[in-house]
């Protein structure tokens, strides 16, 4: 008989009642350090004082309205939004694949309104996630995630990861968008070099194609710039954004130019929840805590700190470990057993982490994680590798 839930996750056996900070505790009261926070969203960690003040206070007066109406607490998030990006205006959403279902459909009418209707291929590289709509399965491409759920939407042209070369040779007159993240998550924790990103916005502007940035999973904060794709100096014309931006409650957003938005006018899109008073409520003091330049420098400091330590790790552990990748506090072990044994390794020194493609393993932090929760995630690591030591 089938499960009630329905059964599409291949679930741990675990369950935890409550967190605190960087740590997930079960009922019996096991603490384990959470090193996924539920793979990037709680990036202030588990009930973050200031964060439950923010959803307590607004739950007690008003949950719902419909976006028939105004939304002061919409209206501020967006302005704060803007105030800190290349953005000019936001729509917000419930989730990262519903940020993508819009971008997509922005691409679309920008070209259709341009007299240019035609003009529908997006370019994305091998190893994209954009979430698990038809549309983002049709954009990521992978047989893994599009299996048995054909036609796909057409207009994607998958091109290997990272491969300039090929890109180059895609791009073109007809060419719509151009979708990336700029350091894949689910991909493997693979960061695109600056000047590529650079060279793609650089092609985007010869060629009249938009650039749209998926920054779900890399962006508010979690490279140590408050979106990654501020590293390499450009701009996107349309952006992604979710997990991280509600701290665990559902919000999601797309941050576009005025010129990329303009075809987006009265009726062409909408949501029933998006951009609830809840959800922007949280996601103000979210933003107004990790925008401070102040902590994102802190988070690039502890990411150097981690970093150093990572790299000891896989010094010590020449037979489970490749290398250390990514940017800031989104980090990767690339390794040569199948990262699924160690994140159940880690099980067992009460540390959750999240296996990526890629054959890598995921650590993402809350980014107000402490120097000493550090030290001791790479100390119960140490623990896990040395069980699967060959
Ligand atoms: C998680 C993720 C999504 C999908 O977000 P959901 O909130 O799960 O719909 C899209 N893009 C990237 C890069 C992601 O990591």
């Known amino acids: 008989m089938i499960a009630h839930v329905l059964p599409t996750y291949n679930r741990a056996d675990l369950s935890f009642e409550k967190g605190e900070g960087s740590w997930a505790v079960t009922r019996d009261g096991t603490r384990y350090l959470d090193l996924g926070a539920g793979i990037a969203v709680n990036v ?41 990006t290349f953005a000019e205006t936001v729509f917000f959403t419930n989730s990262g694949t519903e940020a993508a279902e819009l971008a997509i459909k922005m691409v679309r009418k920008y070209w259709s309104d341009a007299g240019q209707p035609e ?60 979708m990336l993240e700029p350091l894949q998550g689910e991909g493997g924790i693979r960061l695109l070099p600056d ?129 250390v990748r990514g940017q800031g506090l989104m980090l990767g072990l690339k390794c040569k057993v199948a990262p699924g044994d160690l994140v159940a390794a880690g099980y067992g020194q009460h540390i959750l982490t999240v296996p990526a493609a890629d054959n890598t393993l995921r650590l993402l932090p809350p980014l107000n994680i402490s120097d000493d929760e550090i030290a001791e995630a790479v100390a119960r690591l140490d623990r896990a590798a040395g069980s699967l030591d060959g």
């Open 119 to 178: 003009r529908t291929r997006i370019l994305t590289f091998e190893g994209a996630f954009h979430g698990r709509s038809t549309g983002a399965i049709a954009a990521a491409g992978s047989e893994k995630m599009t299996a048995g759920f054909g036609p796909l939407m057409p207009g994607f042209q998958s091109l290997p990861w990272g491969d300039m070369d090929a890109l180059r040779a895609a791009i073109g007159e007809d060419t719509a968008a151009v």
């Open 195 to 323: 000047a590529d990103l650079r060279e793609i916005r650089a092609l985007c502007d010869k060629t009249g194609a938009l650039l749209v940035l998926d920054e779900v999973q890399c962006g508010m904060g979690r490279t140590g710039r408050l979106f990654a794709h501020e590293w390499a100096g450009i701009a996107p014309d349309v952006m992604m954004v979710a997990k991280g931006i509600g701290g665990g409650f559902p919000l999601g957003a797309v941050l576009a130019t005025e010129q990329a938005a303009r075809a987006m006018v009265v009726g062409s899109h909408g949501s029933t929840y998006g951009g609830n008073p809840l959800a922007c409520a949280v996601g103000i003091r979210v933003m107004e805590i990790v925008a401070d330049p102040a902590f994102l420098a802190d988070v690039s400091r502890k990411a150097g700190l981690f970093r150093q330590k990572l790299e000891s790790l896989v010094a010590a552990h020449p037979d489970v470990f490749e290398g």
């Open 44 to 84: 202030l960690g588990h009930a973050n004082p200031d964060l439950v003040a923010a959803l307590t206070e607004q739950a007690g007066k008003i949950w719902h309205v419909s976006n028939l109406y105004h939304i002061p607490q919409q209206e501020k998030l967006a302005d704060l939004l803007v105030e800190a």
